[in-house]
């Protein structure tokens, strides 16, 4: 496969890694953008791994909370950020949000072909056709996901006028605004630092062992460290994969208003529900942000539109 500019540019985006690096990994990946990631980082050349940078598409993502205890995100998504910022198109991105928090679809396709709620005797499908006619732009109900908390509470936090759209379930015998409250903070930490996990028993063994042999490949690909005892090695990667899991373990992370700049979000949880008289506990979040894991040209985001159009 023939390696571009455009491809080079891209990946030393993506990784912070040297252009000479960069069109290295791809000519030894045969191009493979993701591949030549992975070979970046195992040489120890990928300072940073930013693949949900890699967006095809604008848009918005909303959040709609019903009766503290249902919500739903969605990301609806369009050509430019011109009409991302329309407000006819704000309104559709709403109203589908208010659509999904009441819908028991399991998918895209049963969701496009329910009654539309705004407006009698149209389908989702007909009011996005409609949309797309009236803007002028092609626009895609990319994806959504509704939460039902039933021992506890839903809250919900936007960011960036829709950017990112963030969705907390916590189990409480309490429901007050100091719990709310501090839920929200929590959205707000999931919306600023995306951590892939609430805790450390949702990662599985497979992600464990392949993140050991990242570190292990960096660590022989270094003359230095190479050298070392099999056991400090071995102490090394554990070390490092601790780390990590505090960077992508929420309730390992440091709280980003901890006044000391110390606190773990599980700490606060637990300052929270002493405080609360009852225990507050996370069990799960939905954290969207527009056009996150897009890595299709314009012409496929094309094609999906015109699949979800019928064309």
């Known amino acids: 496969m023939a390696i571009t500019a455009a491809m080079v540019k891209e990946l030393r985006e993506m990784t912070g890694a040297g252009m000479m690096d960069c069109k290295k990994a791809l000519n030894e990946t045969d191009g493979d953008m993701d591949a030549a990631v992975e070979y970046l980082r195992k040489s120890g050349q990928a300072k940073a791994e930013k693949k949900a940078s890699r967006v095809a598409a604008e848009g918005l993502c909303a959040v709609v909370v019903k009766d503290d205890r249902t919500a739903a995100v969605v990301e609806v998504n369009s050509e430019t950020d011109f009409v991302a910022k329309n407000e006819t198109f704000r309104e559709f991105v709403t109203a589908v949000a208010e659509q999904a928090v009441d819908s028991d679809a399991a998918n895209i396709d049963e969701f496009l072909a329910e009654a539309w709620n705004a407006e009698a005797g149209k389908t989702v499908k007909d009011a996005l056709v409609e949309k797309v006619a009236v803007i002028g732009e092609n626009l895609s109900i990319r994806r959504f996901e509704k939460v039902v908390a039933e021992n506890g509470c839903v809250v919900s936090y936007v960011h960036g006028g829709g ?7 916590a189990v409480t015998d309490v429901v007050n605004d100091t719990v709310k409250e501090a839920l929200t903070n929590i959205a707000m930490q999931i919306a600023a630092l995306n951590p892939k996990y609430v805790n450390r028993a949702e990662v599985s063994d497979d992600y464990i062992a392949h993140e050991k042999e990242i570190l292990l490949a ?12 099999e056991k400090v090695i071995n102490g090394m990667i554990e070390g490092r994969i601790s780390k990590e899991l505090k960077e992508i373990c929420l309730l390992d992370q440091v709280y980003v208003k901890a006044e000391d700049g110390k606190q773990s979000v599980a700490k606060y949880l637990e300052q929270v529900s002493k405080e609360a008289g009852t225990t507050v506990t996370v069990k799960r979040f939905v954290r969207f942000e527009t056009g996150e894991g897009l890595e299709k040209k314009n012409e496929d985001f094309a094609a999906e539109v015109a699949a979800q159009l019928g064309s």
């Open 163 to 169: 950017r990112i759209g963030v969705i907390v379930e």
């Open 218 to 229: 960096q660590i022989m690909n270094d003359p230095k460290e190479s050298q070392k005892p």
